[in-house]
């Protein structure tokens, strides 16, 4: 897809618009699951998620490629939505965003914030997508997807500082949503030459890519009804997953309480807080306590953007 020039050259755009993001080993993470534990904090960009990173590649490639582009849409459960709002607005190009009813307040809050119309439409991102698509072709705007090669460059420069900033790692948990996050590390992972395990992660609740890697071919779900929203996917990205299957070791599913346990434990033992997706690397190390003892592990906090309503109802309602 990319070479590693072509990686360190995203990583130095990325640079320019925000500072890399730390990754620190946390003992009492440690001390809780057996492993020495690295976290990548991606909850610390400018937006919240480790998105934004693809948002300014993908902005970089659409005004370079289409200069007299008229705007973007996308759809979005939010942190998507956020980088393409929050690089468009550094790139001059309106930005025009689908949401599912019910979304998130204050993903929704900060979209507009950032500059982004923002558009209600259908029960689930995959619903919101389809209108996406359509009010692109109607309006003459350019659809961007959650998952395409440019967005994957970007997001493989956190990868990229996590594996050149932690010692070598045995393996590396990663959510899984449409997979832009996934398919960036087993990028950078292997323009290093790296041996560290790719682990993705996915509720028990929105199990589309396991259920398509153990099959062998895209497999949908009929809901995807878990708290974490961003790991809300129903159908599967056909590319995404075609890279997952050659280069993830294996996929953990994680249940919505042991996700809700890994934000209270994020919380407790390092003070930052984690959004359910960014929270679902640590719930699988959890659950894979005993296999995983005595390794080096790499946990990706992809975001923190989670609602106070939905912290104190999921998060603190059994504390």
């Known amino acids: 897809m990319f070479d590693l020039p072509a990686l360190e ?10 500072p890399p993001t730390p990754q620190h080993a946390w003992p009492l993470l440690a001390a809780r699951t057996g492993a020495e534990v ?6 610390h960009t400018p937006t919240g998620a480790f998105k934004v990173r693809g948002g300014v590649t993908y902005m970089r490639a659409l ?17 998507h939505g956020q980088s393409l709002a929050w690089a468009g607005a550094r790139a001059g190009v309106p930005v025009t965003i689908v949401v599912p009813h019910g979304n998130s307040t204050e ?14 439409h259908g029960e689930d991102f995959d619903a919101a997508r389809v209108e996406a698509a359509r009010l692109a072709q109607r309006d003459g705007l350019e659809f961007a997807p959650s998952f395409a090669p440019d967005l994957v460059l970007g997001v493989a420069t956190y990868a990229l500082e996590l594996f050149r900033g932690a010692p070598p790692l045995d393996a590396l948990y990663v959510p899984i949503g449409l997979g832009s996050g996934i398919c960036g590390c087993i990028l950078a992972r292997d323009l290093l030459g790296l041996p ?8 028990t609740e929105a199990p589309a890519y396991a259920l398509s890697v153990a099959m062998g071919r895209v497999v949908t779900t009929p809901g995807a009804n878990t708290l974490a929203d961003g790991m809300a996917t129903r159908i599967p990205d056909p590319d995404a997953l075609a890279i997952i299957r050659d280069g993830a070791a294996r996929i953990v599913t994680v249940a919505d309480d042991l996700v809700a346990e890994a934000i209270r434990a994020y919380w407790q033992d390092t ?15 959890m659950a894979e306590r005993d296999a995983m003892a005595g390794r080096r592990v790499g946990l990706v906090l992809c975001g923190g953007n989670i609602d106070l309503a939905l912290f104190r109802r999921w998060v603190l309602a059994d504390a």
């Open 107 to 120: 993903k929704n809050a900060a979209m507009r914030a950032q500059g982004a119309t923002l558009v209600e």
């Open 38 to 43: 690295w976290v990548k904090h991606e909850n």
């Open 9 to 18: 050259d995203a990583a130095a755009l990325v640079h320019a618009a925000f």
């Open 63 to 79: 005004t370079r490629d289409r200069p007299h582009v008229r705007g973007v849409i996308s759809a979005t459960r939010g942190n």
């Open 271 to 285: 003070h930052n807080l984690a959004e359910g997706a960014g929270a679902a690397p640590l719930a699988a190390l």
């Open 196 to 203: 560290t395990e790719i682990i993705g992660v996915q509720s």
